[in-house]
């Protein structure tokens, strides 16, 4: 299977979305996101508030856009199987981050 | 948490439509993302997502705010340790491997549906607003 999108957050990693995640994942759960590939991809490309590490799996990184003047945010998750190579695994809507995950990029500078 | 706000506040969320009612409930795990919703609508209408603590989401329609199902998100890894009910029936459910389907990328429960949402429901209800008219939404 091929590739929905490619590409490149801001820290310059690459990150893949499959058909096999899109369709599988993404549309199984959520059959409305359909046609929604470029709000998913700039999410990776242009987070508004930077990248977050999953508290439990520092591979796991997450991406937050606000979406289109609505009060919601397009959460985007993404596992790096290398360091500059990211997986999507899921993405939908929230209006609010999780509790526990960190702020990873841009690195704080307290 | 980094700084990403609640752009809508827990006590404008309700639950009107649903309550009073009985609904079949729709359930989907997805085990890349180790996560498991709960849907009492289907699962074509667009839904948002409300984080109540580090494992429980509500999702609810973003243009009435009605609230129309959960979302459990480290499901497997770290909901299902903490409550043994929940567990029990969950297991059950997986150990019916002809119930799974789509590659078994998304599992959909049949039988079990009804037993491993009220059992969530059950676990969460404190936690939850309206959890009492909630729970009697998937009773």
């Known amino acids: ?102 702020l990873i990029w841009p690195e704080s500078t307290d | 948490m980094a700084g990403i706000d609640r752009l809508i506040p827990t006590k404008e969320l309700k639950v009107t439509r649903l309550a009073g009612e009985r609904h079949p409930p729709m359930l989907y795990y997805d085990r890349d993302f180790d996560a498991l919703m709960i849907l009492a609508i289907s699962p074509d209408t667009e839904t948002v997502v409300h984080y109540i603590d580090d494992h429980v989401a509500l999702l609810y329609e973003p243009e009435t705010l009605e609230i129309v199902g959960l979302q459990i998100e480290d499901f497997k890894s770290g909901f299902l340790p903490k409550h043994e009910n929940v567990r029990r029936v969950w297991r059950l459910s997986e150990a019916n491997k002809n119930l799974e389907d789509v590659g078994d990328l998304i599992i959909t429960f049949e039988r079990l549906k009804p037993q491993v949402a009220r059992e969530v429901v059950q676990v969460t209800k404190n936690l939850l607003p309206y959890g009492a008219e909630l729970e009697a939404v998937f009773a």
């Open chain 1, 1 to 102: 299977m091929g590739n929905v999108f490619e590409v490149t957050d801001p820290r310059g990693r690459k990150v893949i979305c499959t058909e096999e995640c899109w369709f599988g994942h993404i549309l199984g759960a959520r059959s409305w996101m359909a046609g929604m590939e470029e709000a998913v991809s700039a999410a990776i490309e242009k987070p508004s508030f930077g990248i977050c590490c999953d508290p439990h799996n520092e591979n796991r990184h997450i991406y937050y856009r606000l979406y289109k003047n609505k009060p919601r945010y397009i959460k985007v998750v993404v596992d790096f199987v290398r360091e500059d190579l990211g997986r999507v695994v899921t993405a939908f809507p929230t209006d609010s981050g999780k509790s526990g995950e960190k």
